[in-house]
């Protein structure tokens, strides 16, 4: 896995945006990243009447995007100070903007903040997010949506979780957390969920270690600069989300790592369960496609 040398972060200027700079701002001091600030305008819908549609009076969106490139600017000053930072302001939905913005800018990370209030917040995901989460091939950051009151997860991670399936794919995750926890100097924790009544022709601690020797190959001053916290199996596991929340509140986790490459196709297996890991997450999501 690549460093991240550039870091797109889509502002909407409320309180998630600002939640989350303080760790986009750890990601950039720490990779040395470039960071782009990104405000998309959408713009008003036409007014149907019957059989006729009416269109909004003109509307000056030169004057709308100056002023939030004024706005961004000093976003970036007042939250991501001494980082190298850019500002841009698009028209267009937000999703379609954010994705094509990172492919054609080459953006290796793309940091979402994510919302969702009330007693059912963690049941939440914006569409935006989920968007492109769907659409993008960039590994994308997600806030937490419902940060337990005794549990703040530190914009540099010291403890992180990463749950793997144990298919063919989870070996290019696996790197990803080695890489990250690696940079960060913090302690990796692997957990598998078998799902109730699974039969497979292996025994996951097996795998794991298989894995484990793979990315040795692959990233080997990662690996040994990684300390491994623990290695966990958990068999007849019907609810793969709540056994990861349970987990990284259990250990103080500061981010959780996951595959998402599936979502882009036919879903299937663990990864299905990507947009509902990150609705229950109390800490950061990362997930890698």
């Not at 001494?82 to 990172?102: H, N, Q, R, S, Y």
């Not at 960060?184 to 957990?191: F, Q």
Request: proline share 8%; charged share 25%; net charge negative.
């Amino acid at each position: 896995m690549q460093r991240f040398q550039k870091i797109l972060f889509p502002v909407d200027f409320s309180e998630r945006s600002q939640a989350a700079a303080p760790f986009v701002l750890s990601l950039a001091q720490r990779y040395g990243a470039k960071v782009a600030l990104l405000h998309a305008i959408q713009p008003s819908p036409p007014l149907y009447a019957g059989m006729n549609t009416v269109y909004p009076e003109t509307i000056d969106y030169s004057g709308i995007q100056t002023d939030m490139e004024i706005r961004l600017r000093q976003f970036a000053a007042d939250e991501l100070p001494k980082v190298e930072c850019t500002c841009a302001v698009e028209l267009g939905d937000p999703a379609t903007v954010i994705t094509e913005f990172a492919e054609a800018g080459k953006f290796e990370l793309i940091a979402m903040p994510t919302h969702g209030y009330g007693a059912f917040r963690r049941f939440l995901l914006g569409s935006v997010t989920a968007k492109v989460l769907h659409d993008s091939k960039a590994v994308v950051w997600t806030s937490a949506h419902a940060p337990e009151p005794d549990h703040r997860a530190h914009p540099k991670p010291r403890r992180i979780v990463t749950a793997l399936d144990l298919k063919p794919e989870s070996l290019h995750t696996l790197e990803a957390a080695l890489e990250i926890a690696a940079e960060s100097e913090a302690t990796l924790e692997i957990l598998h969920v078998a799902p109730e009544g699974e039969i497979t022709p292996y025994k996951p601690e097996g795998r794991i270690q298989e894995l484990l020797q793979q990315a040795a190959r692959e990233v080997p001053l990662r690996v040994s600069q990684t300390p491994l916290a623990d290695v966990e199996v958990v068999t007849d596991g019907n609810d793969v989300p709540k056994l990861i929340r349970e987990l990284v509140l259990r250990q103080r986790a500061d981010l959780v790592v996951i595959g998402r490459g599936v979502m882009q196709g036919a879903l299937g297996g663990f990864r299905t369960e990507a947009f509902n890991i990150i609705r229950e997450a109390p800490c950061p999501v990362l997930s890698v496609p």
